[in-house]
């Protein structure tokens, strides 16, 4: 942003207070939520008295980013505690990168706070290189299954999507690190796939 947290908050009242002139409706968002590449830990009550400025400037969405992908369950649960004290959980997006594989487990978290809206991208791709190490965004393929697995609606054929991604991901040349991609791609183009494996379980 090239500036301090407290002139970004100046740019954006300027652009909700013009949003809210002509009626249209803005939401706000919070990079770095859970960490930061250049203050590293960052505070959940800071996080929380953020929101609250966005939702002062009128924003009807808070969206929580964790640009790094350093966020576990423990760190995403003190967040909303902090969180819920301000904004109503249907009131909140989360974005969570997969750096550390705790993506998904962050997702759960939040769905487990009453977080409905969880932003993601087919076979894992894009992301941001904002720190040394840092991975892309959780893949929806993944999501998706979770989603359907507990039982809710997402309206998405996930077999579509499989195919979807594993597309793109060979017209950009790049792997697909979604593990729920891999495995219905491998049962469906493995003609072995209904054979009884030849070594017992261990049990």
Not at 5 to 12: A, G, P, T, W, Y
Not at 18 to 47: D, F, N, Q, R
Not at 95 to 115: M, W
Not at 160 to 169: A, D, P, S
């Amino acid at each position: 942003m090239n500036c301090s947290i407290e002139e970004s908050l100046k740019r954006v009242k300027k652009i909700a207070e013009l949003a809210s002139k002509h009626g249209v409706k803005h939401s706000g968002g919070i990079a770095m939520a859970l960490g930061c590449s250049y203050e590293g830990k960052v505070s959940p009550t800071a996080v929380a008295k953020l929101v609250e400025r966005l939702m002062e400037y009128g924003c009807s969405r808070i969206g929580i980013g964790d640009s790094i992908g350093v966020g576990n369950a423990s760190s995403v649960n003190a967040l909303f505690d902090e969180l819920l004290r301000v904004v109503p959980a249907e009131k909140i997006t989360v974005h969570f990168h997969d750096t550390y594989g705790q993506a998904l487990t962050n997702v759960l978290v939040a769905i487990e706070r009453g977080v409905r809206i969880a932003e993601s991208s087919v076979a894992g791709l894009g992301g941001g290189p904002y720190a040394k190490g840092a991975t892309g965004n959780l893949a929806t393929e993944n999501l998706v299954y979770m989603l359907h697995e507990l039982g809710f609606n997402t309206g998405i054929d996930l077999d579509e999507m499989v195919e979807t991604g594993m597309w793109i991901c060979n017209k950009v040349g790049k792997p697909n690190v979604s593990a729920t991609a891999n495995a219905m791609w491998a049962l469906k183009n493995d003609t072995r796939k209904n054979e009884l494996p030849t070594t017992p379980f261990l049990r």
